[in-house]
């Protein structure tokens, strides 16, 4: 939970530092809301921003995120085998010219068998 409120703490800063630099004493205060963060008791900045902000979202978004997910699980299967299939097109004509290659080799080494 401490890393949802510091992800979504630093998601906003982020976008929003070129305004928030200006402000005096910026550094200071975001120090001291970094601390209150990551305090070590249970009413602590990341556990009321995760509690108040990321799961209510999450929760009302759930069934969009979960088919997002599922989209790029998908766009990533079909690239992955697509891939595949392209490696293993190469991989055999590799394997093939290697062949005919070292068949050229030893048809040499035959005729100069022969020759002595």
């Known amino acids: 939970r401490r ?3 510091y992800a979504f703490f630093s998601l906003l800063e982020f ?4 305004v928030l630099f200006w402000i ?11 601390l209150y963060c990551m305090a070590p ?10 509690n108040t902000i990321i799961k209510p ?6 069934s969009k995120i979960d088919d997002a997910i ?6 990533v299967g079909d690239f992955a085998r697509e891939a ?3 490696l293993q097109e190469a991989a055999g004509k590799v394997a093939v010219e290697s062949a005919s ?7 040499m080494l035959n005729e100069k068998r022969h020759d002595e």
């Open 3 to 5: 890393v949802h409120g």
């Open 15 to 18: 976008f929003a530092d070129i």
């Open 24 to 34: 005096p004493l910026y550094a200071f205060i975001k120090c001291l809301f970094l």
């Open 41 to 50: 008791f249970s009413w602590n900045g990341s556990i009321l921003i995760y």
């Open 57 to 62: 979202y999450v929760l009302k978004h759930q």
């Open 70 to 75: 599922g989209k790029a699980a998908d766009t």
């Open 84 to 86: 595949n299939k392209d």
């Open 101 to 107: 290659h070292n068949m050229g080799d030893f048809d």
